[in-house]
């Protein structure tokens, strides 16, 4: 028998090999139109990063070696340029020569693989824009990054190699920049699991554009500037381009085979083609989507070798293998993190109609006793009523690639929920939890499934209605740094002792930090005679993450390296060094509290957390003590802060800042007061400084809204709202008032000389950019809502305040 294969790499080899090992006395003829015929091109991107330091290590098999050991005719740099079924015989020619032949088959395998798309933009016929796809390439992309030395480059398209790529340039010194058309990068993932991959390229010095597309390409000044349709434009000295590949179909197309609705070759379950003595493999074929059971594309390395050991044996003992099709199964590492995902996402659930329900869960790596513990955010999605486990995404920085794998597993065998509970894992506090992040996955959704919780998903909050009850069940510590907008606090250690307070007839929405305090204020709530209550799926940290906008990459970031440039570089001064790993929110705060107390001035503390809000925390944190962040660093799940004990005129302060602003304490709800401090505040505005009014106490009346929105209220709240203003258009004179006479009286007189009214102070305050700070304490013991201020109004503490006022050369109390 003779055997012809067209294409070489994961799947033409491995056929090749496998047919050799089925069939001692077949005669194989592989062509392969490259000079290789079996590489890692997945590795290509760690070559051009220098972690993989030998290009040697690419080359799985040699043309020799394979020769020696299977006996095959490999012909390298030898195309096919045409495939003639009913001859049963193909047209070859030789690169190198110009020579052409045919060459007759028993069996024919098709392993053309994919192409790079290369759309027609103006200018992208640049030797500066390179493209990703096989050695040539490589060696291409390498040379340039040695010879050249480009300190920036743009990669379009923020797929897995795009990534791969972003990280492997910024190995080498290079400023990146990723364009991305959609919303998110990484397509397989939902954004809220992609947000997090935003994070870590943004902390990284990534800048990230999304939703943009590249104009055109212009060489400039030696390099290239990329001009986006947002009409921004990107000076760089080297473009990579990843927005996709297409199945390379062209001869099966031009030899009359059938192509599927998708553009791939269309295969049967046995990987034969239309032409019965005609089978197709890897990235050019259409598969079964394991999930949807809808045609797909999927280009993975993986499922291309499985699919050539069933098209050797098939083609050698008859179609009796059956390929059952793929699901995606794919990971990789961005930076510190790791990115993994099996089976269908919500987009490809949506676009196929069919009905799911989705939890997240955040765990740890390991036992958070243990050392070393990091986080792992794990999403799943599922069928509503048998739980059948329809896909799943990890993002963590250590044992992604374990819980992909066990999710996966369920998958591919069509199982539920319920058996990810009944997964047996080896566990031992270095490598888990007693309750796997999988286990716990399980737990959650049964918990959905059968009704002991309802849950509500990050992008419902905005649409909760006026009269919903939002409660925040974390410590007092946790919410001061942050909360979803309108939650108030009530810790779940509390929350019983507040249950009178609620009223049991309105929707109530609960948060905590990941969903399991949250989960418990639900059980507490729904036992005690609640009956619409949802709890937040992945809590506060889903949501924060996936609300956060994309970071804008600073020049000069406000770390050490700025520091440096401003004079207040790190000394040599005493370090104490804590570890708060493994402690969630506030647990590192607290820490940091605590030892930051205990230093001398000018003594610096080193603190280690895996709380990944802590970065951001403890900037904040530093900003109101006015204690020096000398350096910030997160590196593979561990934020690593140094903090330097200062006094507070010894701050650094960056060039150009001075303490020319103006803060007012707003206190009264006199219309006269109220008068005078919005002229002050506008006055001062418009020479140029920054102002913040601080509204407290009666003063918050000044900030309602006319027309407020129905909000619910305990008995005191409602009390305060029946003898209290209702908004500025009801406040009265501090002097001859006289039963609202004096108040009317002075807004005729002031309409009369055209005087502008409260309420146009109160807009051209909005308009000239003035900082109006509602007191959140004020607001809790008056029962004021945030729904019921100005749109413009933010809320904060005395912190807030303060922090302002520090930068403040003039403090007024009205």
């Not at 192409?115 to 390439?137: A, H, Q, W, Y």
């Not at 809220?192 to 991959?197: E, G």
């Not at 109530?508 to 729904?526: D, E, K, S």
């Not at 009214?757 to 051209?764: A, F, G, K, P, R």
């Amino acid at each position: 028998m003779k055997y012809l294969i067209i294409g070489g790499v994961a799947g033409g080899a491995t056929v090749a090999a496998r047919l050799r090992r089925m069939d001692e006395k077949a005669n194989i003829i592989l062509f392969e139109r490259g000079k290789y015929v079996s590489y890692a091109n997945c590795g290509l991107p760690y070559y051009i990063g220098g972690t993989i330091n030998s290009r040697e290590k690419l080359f799985v098999q040699t043309v020799k070696g394979f020769t020696n050991r299977f006996r095959i005719d490999i012909r390298t740099e030898q195309e096919v340029t045409a495939i003639r079924p009913d001859k049963k015989e193909v047209e070859v020619k030789n690169l190198s020569t110009g020579e052409t032949y045919t060459e007759s088959y028993d069996k024919l395998v098709l392993s053309p693989g994919a192409e790079p798309l290369r759309p027609s933009i103006e200018g992208i016929g640049s030797k500066k824009i390179f493209t990703l796809r096989n050695v040539p390439d490589t060696d291409t992309i390498k040379a340039y990054v040695n010879e050249e030395k480009p300190k920036r480059a743009v990669v379009v398209g923020g797929g897995f190699i795009g990534l791969e790529m972003a990280e492997n340039l910024h190995e080498q010194g290079i400023h990146v920049d990723v364009v991305e058309m959609a919303n998110q990068v990484m397509a397989p993932l939902d954004f809220s699991m992609a947000a997090i991959v935003h994070q870590q390229l943004t902390d990284k010095g990534v800048g990230l554009h999304l939703e943009d597309g590249v104009s055109r390409f212009e060489e400039k000044n030696g390099g290239v500037t990329v001009h986006l349709r947002s009409g921004k434009q990107i000076a760089t000295d080297m473009v990579l381009l990843s927005i996709g590949v297409r199945p390379e179909t062209r001869l099966a197309k031009e030899a009359g085979l059938s192509l599927g609705s998708l553009g791939g070759i269309a295969v049967n379950e046995y990987m034969q083609t239309s032409a019965p003595d005609i089978y197709a493999l890897g990235d050019a074929v259409e598969v079964r989507h394991l999930v949807t059971g809808k045609p797909a594309l999927i280009p993975l390395a993986g499922p291309a070798n499985k699919q050539g050991r069933i098209v050797a044996d098939n083609i050698v003992y008859g179609n009796k293998e059956v390929y059952p099709g793929t699901m995606g199964t794919s990971i990789a590492k961005v930076f510190d993190l790791t990115v993994a995902t099996a089976g269908a996402n919500a987009k490809l659930l949506k676009r196929e109609k069919i009905v799911y329900l989705s939890s997240y869960t955040h765990s740890a790596s390991h036992a958070g006793y243990y050392p070393g513990a990091i986080p792992l955010s794990v999403k799943i999605l599922f069928a509503p009523e048998s739980g059948k486990l329809l896909g799943a995404q990890v993002v963590g920085f250590a044992g992604v690639d374990k819980r992909i794998e066990m999710l996966a597993q369920v998958i591919q065998r069509g199982g539920t929920v319920y058996d990810l509970i009944e997964l047996e894992h080896a566990y031992a506090p270095p490598y888990s939890s007693a309750k796997d992040p999988v286990n716990m996955a399980g737990f959650v959704a049964e918990n959905i499934l059968k009704g002991k919780s309802r849950i509500i998903h990050w992008r419902e909050i905005d649409g909760l209605s006026a009269d919903t009850i939002r409660l925040d069940v974390r410590t007092r510590e946790e919410y001061k740094l942050g909360t979803i907008p309108g939650f108030i606090n009530i810790p779940v250690d509390e929350l019983r002792e507040h249950l009178a307070e609620l009223p049991k007839e309105k929707p109530i929405v609960v948060t905590c930090a990941v969903g399991l305090r949250g989960y418990l204020a639900y059980r507490i709530l729904t036992q005690n005679g609640f009956t619409n209550v949802r709890n937040l799926s992945g809590g506060y940290k889903t949501w924060s993450i996936a609300t956060a906008p994309v970071k804008e990459i600073d020049d000069c970031p406000a770390n050490s390296s700025q520091a440096a440039n401003c004079g207040c570089s790190a000394s040599q001064a005493t370090t104490l060094k804590v570890d708060a790993c493994g402690l969630m929110c506030p647990g590192p705060v607290m820490q940091l509290k605590k030892n930051y107390a205990a230093l001398g001035t000018g003594e610096q503390l080193l603190i280690t957390a895996t709380d990944q809000a802590f970065g951001k925390d403890v900037a904040s944190w530093c900003k109101m003590t006015g204690a020096e962040l000398v350096s910030l660093e997160n590196k593979n799940g561990v934020v690593a802060a140094t903090i330097r004990k200062q006094e507070k005129q010894e701050a650094c302060n960056l060039p150009g800042k001075t303490a020319d602003n103006k803060t007012l304490i707003v206190f009264s709800d006199d219309l006269d007061k109220a008068l005078a401090s919005f002229v002050i505040a506008n006055g001062a505005a418009s020479t140029g400084r920054k102002v913040t009014m601080f509204f407290t106490f009666w003063g918050l009346d000044i900030i309602k809204k006319h027309r407020k929105p129905t909000v619910s209220k305990d008995l005191f709240g409602k009390m305060f709202g029946w003898m209290l203003p209702a908004h500025s258009g009801k406040l009265k004179l501090s002097k001859m008032n006289m039963g609202g006479a004096g108040s009317r009286m002075m807004r005729l007189i002031m309409k009369k000389k055209r005087i502008d009214s409260l309420e146009s102070l109160i807009q051209q305050a909005v308009d000239n950019g003035i900082e109006m700070i509602a007191c959140t304490m004020s607001m809790d013991v008056m029962g004021i809502q945030k729904e019921e201020l100005l749109d413009n109004v933010t809320l904060g503490g005395v912190a807030s305040y303060l922090e302002r006022a520090e930068e403040a050369n003039v403090n007024l109390f009205i």
